[in-house]
């Protein structure tokens, strides 16, 4: 399999974190969020849309879309399970993931803000005020979700991890990026603690990928 993504994308972290939880070995192909090399016809040849991350399955066919990835894989590669088999418990991870892939992280994207600045001509004030507002109701709504569901453990459900978990972290390391606040999500912040604590997540962690600078 071949990886194709960046130290810089969230998306490409939760799809490592993914291949680490089920041992499973991709070379890795940098595409250079930061000079744009994603929207070259090279990578485009890739992935049409343009988007990291995506993923060649060795077998001809590239898959995309971060989500549809993790659940191939978890599908090519049962153990460990990254959705739970109870079908409530699995739209609930589905959900949790869908806050942050579909809900919040669109939002924040460098497309995004390049069109704030760019098009719109809005300050970076303005432009923090925006990622505020848009990524932050994301871990509200989840830190309610976990204060709720009593099958919610060290982890979204239970005590080992799920795809919900892995977004729950990605969003988490994206909004510290932006260094906003989280001390109003406390649960959030120790369910990120415990997944941050295995070394799937602390190897895909985008800080520690060639290229990536030590600190921000
Ligand atoms: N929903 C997509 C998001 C893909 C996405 O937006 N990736 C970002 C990096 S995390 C990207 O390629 N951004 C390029 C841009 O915004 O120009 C997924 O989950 O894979």
């Known amino acids: 399999m071949i990886l194709y993504g960046h ?16 041992g499973i070995k991709a070379q890795v192909r940098e595409v250079n969020l930061l000079t744009k090399e994603h929207l070259e016809p090279a990578y485009r040849a890739i992935n049409p849309q343009g988007l990291l991350p995506a993923l060649d399955d060795g077998k001809g066919q590239v898959l995309f879309q971060s989500l549809a990835i993790i659940e191939y894989l ?24 869908q806050v942050i892939a579909a809900d919040a992280h669109p939002l924040i994207v460098p497309r995004v803000r390049d069109y704030l600045e760019r098009q719109l001509g809005l300050d970076e004030a303005a432009r923090m005020n925006w990622i505020k507002t848009f990524a932050l109701p994301a871990l509200e709504t989840i830190e ?31 909004v ?3 260094k906003l606040d989280l001390k109003a999500f406390p649960l959030v912040r120790g369910v990120y603690a415990v997944c941050s604590a295995l070394p799937a997540f602390a190897e895909a962690y985008p800080l520690r990928q060639p290229g990536a600078p030590a600190s921000l």
């Open 7 to 22: 130290w810089r994308s969230l998306a490409t972290y939760r799809v490592r974190v993914a291949l680490n939880l089920k």
């Open 144 to 174: 309610l979700n976990l204060a709720a569901e009593p099958s919610a453990g060290a982890f979204c459900v239970g005590d080992s991890p799920t795809m919900a978990d892995i977004l729950l972290a990605s969003h988490v390391i994206g």
């Open 74 to 97: 978890n599908d090519i590669q049962p153990a460990p399970p990254l959705l739970p088999s109870d079908s409530r418990a699995r739209a609930r991870v589905r959900a949790l993931a």
């Open 176 to 178: 510290s990026f932006f």
